[in-house]
């Protein structure tokens, strides 16, 4: 399996998903170890799952829509913000 970065695009790109599903199911067959062969199908299901997701994501959000980010990030950026226009403002400084 080739080794590639993995770029916003591709979380929502169904087709993405679809194809590392392939990929996983015919390295799967030429496996012949049942284990292994059997934790490699259970990724490709994996990937088709998150297939299916993307596909929702697409059809709600648009086809170049990325995830939201963590709502705690959000909040820690917004705080981080109000304190940095605080300081430019004159206000009142506080270590991060």
Known sequence: MRNRAMSPGHINDPDHWRKRAAEMRALADGIKDSDARETMLRIAAD??????????????????????????????????????????????????
């Open 47 to 96: 990937y088709d799952r998150l297939a299916e997701r993307a596909l929702l994501w697409r059809l709600r959000f648009g086809p170049l829509a990325l995830p939201l980010p963590d709502a705690r990030l959000v909040r820690r950026c917004g705080q981080q913000a109000a304190r940095g226009a605080g300081r430019a403002a004159g206000g009142p400084q506080e270590d991060v």
